[in-house]
T-cell receptor
């Protein structure tokens, strides 16, 4: 079975400052890891994913996350945030073989302040 | 290309009434997931289907909840009878469960309020 822990429920940060949203996972099998973003009154959208290969993955809007197997972490970072990044961010894990059961963390609400 | 389509977007009902939520996954996707989102419990996986077959329904809260997927393009989540604690946003998501994809595509959700 897999589980995901997002340690921070809310993260306030000033515009143009860097941010890190933390995610740790637990699994007895190889995993895929994801970050999803949810804007108000919308469904979740994929931000970035790690399936295999390079442990550093990037999104098109400047976010990046690094898969660290030894620390079982997949933290999300952005060097300079924008007001439009205000949203809720969910880390998720899925087994990498067989049927695909996605487990989500409890979410981190990022609030970017002007 | 149409995404995951859910209906209704909003439902207000009284305790004891039957509620049916509907989902049309993306054409070609072979996995379908129902999630429930609340402030208190976050995003909970209720059930997921692979090739129209329920694989894991361990997240279904109790017998009042049931889900079906009669074909590859349609799924329902039914609550009978509904209770105020069922109030939540219910999301349907689909994916193509291959080893090199792994992305879930979510609908916009059905916001259920049980009075």
């Amino acid at each position: 079975a897999q589980s995901v822990t997002q340690l921070d429920s809310q993260v306030p940060v000033f515009e143009e400052a860097p941010v890190e949203l933390r995610c740790n996972y637990s699994s007895s099998v190889s995993v895929y890891l994801f970050w999803y973003v949810q804007y108000p009154n919308q469904g979740l959208q994929l931000l970035l994913k790690y399936l295999s290969g390079s442990t550093l993955v990037e999104s098109i809007n400047g976010f990046e996350a690094e898969f660290n197997k030894s620390q079982t972490s997949f933290h999300l970072r952005k060097p300079s945030v924008h007001i439009s990044d205000t949203a809720e961010y969910f880390c998720a894990v899925s087994g990498s073989s067989g049927t695909y059961k996605y487990i989500f963390g409890t979410g981190t609400r990022l609030k970017v302040l002007a | 290309d149409a995404g995951v389509i859910q209906s209704p977007r909003h439902e207000v009902t009284e305790m004891g009434q039957e509620v049916t939520l509907r989902c049309k996954p993306i054409s070609g996707h072979n996995s379908l997931f129902w999630y429930r989102q609340t402030m208190m419990r976050g995003l909970e996986l209720l059930i997921y289907f692979n090739n129209n077959v329920p694989i894991d329904d361990s997240g279904m809260p109790e017998d009042r909840f049931s889900a079906k997927m009669p074909n590859a393009s349609f799924s329902t989540l039914k609550i009978q009878p509904s209770e105020p604690r069922d109030s939540a946003v219910y999301f349907c998501a689909s994916s193509f469960g291959g080893p090199n994809t792994g992305e879930l595509f979510f609908g916009e959700g059905s916001r259920l309020t049980v009075l």
